[in-house]
Structure formats: C-alpha cells, structure tokens
C-alpha cells in the first residue's frame, strides 16, 4: 500500500533486523532517514536512504555526539500536527513531519562507561513517546515484525498500538537511566543502601495466583542485558520446567528457600525439603538418595505438598525413593539422569520438574512493608570455623562437623529457631517462635530423640540457662550459639553444669 508521504527516522547501536525492516518500510512507500553506522548499513543493502546530514543541513559533529539533536529532527517528532500554530513553525522553518521512530540505545548494560551513554537516542525515544498521538517508537528489534506488519496492512500505525509503543518506550529509558545511576552507585561508598534505589523490572512470567487462589501474581525480572551480571543474579531467567503445571506465588517462594539452602550446605551432595518457605528437612549424604533419604526423613508428614531441593542431579534411584514418598508440589534441581524425568512425570503427574542454574547471592535486599519499603545488605556467607569460640569447658572434638551443618540449616529458618541434628541430618526443627525456650522445645518434640548425641544450633543467643536446659533435655551434647547476651556466663554455667560443649560463632542469623 502507498505511504502518504510518511516518514521514519532510523538510528540504532542493536542492527539486528534492520534491513529487512527498512526494507519493508521502503517496499510501503515511506522514506527512511538515517545517520552514521545505520545509514551505511541501509545504504550497502542497496536501499534508498537520506543522510541526516542531508536532511538538516548540518553534520554530525563532536565524534558524532550531536547528531539527532536537531529543530528539524526534534521539531518533526515533537510537532502536533492538528495544532495550528505547530503546523505554522513547521513551515516557517522547514520542519517536515516524521512519523515513525526506531531507535535503540547504546549498549551500555553490557558495556558500561561514560561514552556508551547514550543522549540523543533517549531524548529520540522520549520525544516520540511523548507524542504517540501522531508518531511511533521502536526501540526493541523484536517489535520490527508486528510494526512491519500493521504499516503494511493499514499503512501507518493505530492509535493503541502507537501507545503500547509509547509505554514501553518510556520503560525503556526509565530502566537505561536506572542502569546509569546503579553503574555510578558502584565507585560510590555508599553503594549498598545509596540515597536512591532504582528498580526497573519487566514482568517474566504470569502465575496461576498468589498467596490464595483469590490473588492474581506474576514474577519480575530485572531489566537488562541477558548474561550480564543482573541476569545472574535473576537466576530464575533460565530455569527448565520439564513437567507440570504452571508455578504459583508460594511454588516460587519455596523452591527459591530450598535452592538456597542446599547450595549452602558445603560441598556434599544435599536435599532439602521446604514447606510454607521453611525446612522441614534437610541433610547431606554421601549420594542424592542417601541425602533426600535423611531429609525426609526429618518429618514426612510435612513433606507432603512441599518443595524438594537438591544440589546434584537426581539419579534413577533417588526418583525411586521419590516416587515412594508423599507426593511434592515441586522438585529442583541442578540436572536429571536419562530417564528421570519421564520416570517422575508417569508417576508424579501433578509435581512441577525444574532445572535450574547455581544461585547468585544479591548485593543487597529489598523488602516492601506498609507504607515503605526495608533495605539491607543480603546476608554474608556464614563465617568460618575460624572465627568459632569453644566457650565450655567440654571440647566439641568429632561433633564441631554436625554443628557447622545445623548452624547453616539453622540460617535458613525463621527466627526464633532451633534445629537438632545429628550425623548431617536435621532431625528437629523448631521455627518462627515467639520466644527461643519455645522453639527448642518444638525442635526437641520433632527429633523424637533422633538427635540424642548431636549437637542444636540457634540463629541468636540464649538470653537464660532455660533454653540451654531445654535442648539438653533432647539429648544433645553441644551447643552452638552466636552468643553476646548478659546472661553468657549463667548460660556456659549452665552447659558445663550438664556436661555439653558450647560453640560461640560472634554472629547471629535472623531470618524474618
């Protein structure tokens, strides 16, 4: 179909698909203005192109930093053609309408530094989003198809289309500034918690709900350039769904508390099983069956409709054991043994099968709370034994291994929490109490006795012997703590009193 003499302004850093968009362009009838590496592109295809240059009657100039930032290029975006004093400059001063926009930024995200920060490409954007009642903006490749397509049956685009343009237009440049300020935060010392924060996300996946089924839900992720170190961090990007339905709200808390859990259990091979974004089983092994064996375990009761997360690829003969064992909602994991999969879809119809990539911890938190939001740093690697304090008069001798492994299950549970383990199994879990005599006293009832012997972690400090009491009523035989309350030396007292060990570690680990 013939143009009405329309016009489009080409300048893109991303050339992908450019010729074969400015090719269609050109087929409908519309001239095509461009500058610099694009103009070269469109000029060697062998299409018909104006130079800016030729259009404005000036040059690129400062090494080609001004460029587009021009009343003739600006004027013919900005101009709102149905007002009549617009129309009367246009003609004053030579200004021709241009009613298509395509551009995309410099690549800063992947390549960042102070020259591929773009000027005149977001002012483009931002000037043709601006008047989206008469002008298109492009500025993703992959919209080339669709816009090609509507130019090619309507000859010019709608008006809702011309708007959804604009919205991502604005997003987009709103996120490239976002990149700039969180780039420059990085060579600032107060990068962690800086006196802005900027978030631009893209929605990545619409869930079956949230919380209840009553709750509409989706995931986000950041956006940006995929491998660069945000795409890492947003591990959930390139995770695998071999089987299932669809991922709710919790399915994704819970995977997401598992996930980190077993990557945080040391190098053994290690299962954990999370319920409402808590352990309720956790242990390491010298194989994945021997590991999810123990960590279930733990409590199978409340294994049912959890989530199972292991750090090495689940064999034949864990999927074995799975298949046996209260049905899970979600299985994870690193990778899957040749026929695995097809041996857990047959049996485990409704379980959502997922492969996912190592965890990257974030620099920091980011939590919303009624009327604000909470930011912190996220929480270090747990300290080593290194910076242990044996503070009992017992020495912790074969059990300090034990001890390291419930202090890190411990980590994992909500605060005020308790964790019983022996032999690397956590056999009693105790969390989310309101006071830490309480949540031994839970983890003691889990464990059942299957503790007697080990050791019981708390992610803070015992403020009374009460607690210390309590735990040795589970029949451990150490203890380890974060210390630092007033009551250390009634609480050592205590431990010596019933012959324990007692491990200082310096640091407590709150997880609310």
């Known amino acids: 179909m013939a143009s009405l003499n329309r016009r489009a302004l080409l300048s893109v850093s991303d050339k992908s698909g450019l010729v074969e968009f400015a090719t269609g362009l050109v087929d409908s009838g519309w001239q095509v203005l461009a500058s610099g590496g694009t103009a070269a592109a469109l000029a060697g295809a062998g299409l018909e192109v104006v130079d800016l240059a030729d259009h404005t009657g000036s ?106 343009l604009a919205r991502k237009a604005f997003a987009r440049t709103a996120a490239y500034d976002g990149a700039i300020v969180s780039w420059l935060d990085e060579r600032d010392e107060e990068a962690l918690l800086p006196p802005t924060l900027h978030l631009s996300l893209e929605r990545a996946d619409v869930l079956r709900y949230g919380e209840n089924p009553d709750q509409p839900a989706a995931r986000y992720r950041r956006i940006g350039i995929p491998g660069s170190p945000d795409d890492a961090e947003d591990w959930w990007n ?51 069956a021997s590991a999810y064996r123990r960590a279930l375990a733990c409590d199978e009761r409340a294994a049912f409709g959890g989530v199972v997360a292991l750090n ?107 964790v019983l ?40 400090f015992f403020p009374f012997p009460d607690g210390i009491e309590a735990a040795a009523a589970g029949g451990v035989e150490l203890i380890i703590q974060p210390g630092g309350s007033v009551n250390d030396r009634a609480v050592v007292d205590a431990a010596d009193r019933l012959g324990l060990s007692m491990i200082f570690t310096g640091e407590r680990r709150f997880r609310h």
Not at 80 to 97: F, L, N, T, V
Not at 243 to 254: C, E
Not at 262 to 276: C, N
């Open 238 to 288: 390139t995770v695998v769904q071999h089987s299932g339905v669809a991922l709710s709200y919790l399915n994704l808390l819970d995977a997401g508390a598992g996930w980190a859990l077993v990557h945080d259990l040391g190098d053994r091979p290690a299962a954990a099983i999370i319920k409402h974004a808590g352990p309720c089983g956790a242990a390491v092994g010298a194989d994945p």
């Open 59 to 164: 040059p690129a100039m400062l090494g080609h930093r001004v460029v587009t930032l021009h009343p003739k290029i600006h004027g013919g975006v900005l101009a709102d053609r149905s007002d009549p004093d617009h129309r009367a400059d246009m003609e004053r001063y030579g200004i021709e309408p241009i009613d298509l926009v395509v551009v995309n930024l410099y690549p800063f995200e992947s390549r960042p530094g102070t020259e591929n920060i773009d000027i005149g490409g977001p002012a483009l954007i931002r000037a043709a989003a601006k008047n989206h009642r008469h002008v298109g903006v492009v500025c993703d490749p992959s919209d080339y198809p669709a816009v090609l397509d509507e130019i090619r049956s309507g000859g010019r685009l709608s008006g809702t289309t011309r708007r959804t």
């Open 421 to 460: 383990a022996r032999d690397g199994t956590a056999w009693g879990i105790g969390g989310g109490q309101q006071d830490r005599v309480g949540a031994v006293e839970m983890a003691v009832g889990r464990a059942s006795g299957r503790a007697a012997g080990g050791v019981c972690a708390s992610d803070g």
């Open 312 to 418: 090495r690829p689940v064999d034949l003969e864990t999927a074995g054991l799975m298949a046996g064992a209260p049905q899970a909602d979600v299985i994870v994991a690193p990778g899957y043994s040749k026929g695995v999969v097809d041996q857990l879809r047959a049996r485990r119809a409704g379980t959502r099968i997922l492969e996912a990539p190592a965890p990257r911890r974030a620099a920091r938190t980011v939590r919303r709370i009624e009327g604000g939001w909470l930011v912190q740093g996220a929480s270090p690697d747990l300290p080593g034994r290194s910076s242990w304090r044996v503070v009992s008069r017992r020495d912790p001798g074969h059990l300090a291994e034990d001890a390291a492994f419930a202090w890190r299950v411990a980590a994992h549970v909500a605060s005020n929490a308790a």
